[in-house]
């Protein structure tokens, strides 16, 4: 499960599951609504999310909870997602995130209910967002061959840009876990390490559009109406099967 000195993962390590990882605590303070149980297009924003995850290849998937409770109806193979509480939501994304890592570290037996040996599988997470639902399933896909391919932290890019969702392979998750603060998420860790980040192009695969407000929901439910033909090519033309296409690799 180690990394190499240079970031990215040894032999051993890249055959292991990559888990997904939904973050939907929040009570959507600006939106006046819990954002993971608003509907577009016939799916609640949480549903969307496990899709996306479960189409991109991810598994295990953990749904992170908080404000209300969140049950998705998708159908899906018996122990495919686990739900995570996150008591302290109000602090944050951060503390969602490190309930998800938490949970998928083997402090988490009884929170995921999976095995040791399946948690022992786990060496990576995508971590995706609830309220950017036009994210593309190929997006996640390629994170994942990222880091089959040897990268340790890979974010997705659009036009060059990194955003969401984000790949970390479980050797940073201690570091991840002592920074992950607020509302900032993993992302005093990318910057602080830099160097170990690949940006992975997905401008092609959908857009990173946050849902923030009642103006953003209706924004994004025309973008989805509009471009539900081309999301739907996309995630058909250019997911796993397809070499991922690095716009900046730093290493040390």
């Given at each position: 499960?180690?990394?190499?000195?240079?970031?990215?993962?040894?032999?051993?390590?890249?055959?292991?599951?990559?888990?997904?990882v939904l973050l939907a605590a929040g009570e959507g303070s600006r939106l006046g609504?819990?954002?993971?149980?608003?509907?577009?297009?016939?799916?609640?924003?949480?549903?969307?999310?496990?899709?996306?995850?479960?189409?991109?290849?991810?598994?295990?998937?953990?749904?992170?909870?908080?404000?209300?409770?969140?049950?998705?109806?998708?159908?899906?193979?018996?122990?495919?997602?686990?739900?995570?509480?996150?008591?302290?939501?109000?602090?944050?994304?951060?503390?969602?995130?490190?309930?998800?890592?938490?949970?998928?570290?083997?402090?988490?037996?009884?929170?995921?209910?999976?095995?040791?040996?399946?948690?022992?599988?786990?060496?990576?997470?995508?971590?995706?967002?609830?309220?950017?639902?036009?994210?593309?399933?190929?997006?996640?896909?390629?994170?994942i061959a990222a880091y089959r391919d040897g990268a340790s932290v890979a974010v997705?890019?659009?036009?060059?840009?990194?955003?969401?969702?984000?790949?970390?392979?479980?050797?940073?998750?201690?570091?991840?876990?002592?920074?992950?603060?607020?509302?900032?998420?993993?992302?005093?860790?990318?910057?602080?390490?830099?160097?170990?980040?690949?940006?992975?192009?997905?401008?092609?695969?959908?857009?990173?559009?946050?849902?923030?407000?009642?103006?953003?929901?209706?924004?994004?439910?025309?973008?989805?109406?509009?471009?539900?033909?081309?999301?739907?090519?996309?995630?058909e033309n250019s997911g796993q099967g397809r070499e991922p296409r690095i716009v900046?690799?730093?290493?040390?």
């Amino acid at each position: 499960m180690d990394g190499t000195s240079d970031g990215r993962v040894r032999l051993g390590a890249v055959r292991t599951k990559v888990a997904g990882v939904l973050l939907a605590a929040g009570e959507g303070s600006r939106l006046g609504r819990p954002k993971a149980l608003v509907e577009l297009a016939g799916q609640t924003l949480a549903e969307r999310g496990v899709r996306l995850l479960q189409a991109g290849g991810a598994d295990p998937i953990l749904i992170v909870t908080g404000a209300v409770p969140v049950t998705p109806v998708t159908p899906v193979e018996s122990g495919q997602i686990r739900m995570v509480h996150n008591e302290r939501w109000r602090t944050g994304m951060g503390s969602s995130l490190c309930a998800a890592l938490l949970a998928l570290s083997e402090t988490g037996l009884s929170e995921t209910g999976l095995s040791e040996t399946g948690l022992s599988e786990v060496g990576a997470a995508v971590v995706a967002l609830a309220d950017q639902p036009l994210v593309g399933a190929a997006a996640v896909a390629r994170l994942i061959a990222a880091y089959r391919d040897g990268a340790s932290v890979a974010v997705a890019a659009y036009d060059g840009r990194p955003r969401n969702p984000v790949l970390l392979a479980r050797e940073h998750w201690p570091e991840i876990l002592a920074t992950a603060t607020g509302d900032q998420g993993a992302r005093a860790f990318l910057r602080s390490r830099a160097d170990l980040v690949t940006l992975i192009e997905c401008g092609d695969t959908g857009r990173p559009d946050d849902i923030d407000t009642a103006e953003d929901l209706e924004r994004v439910a025309r973008l989805a109406s509009e471009h539900s033909a081309s999301e739907n090519n996309a995630s058909e033309n250019s997911g796993q099967g397809r070499e991922p296409r690095i716009v900046r690799e730093k290493r040390t």
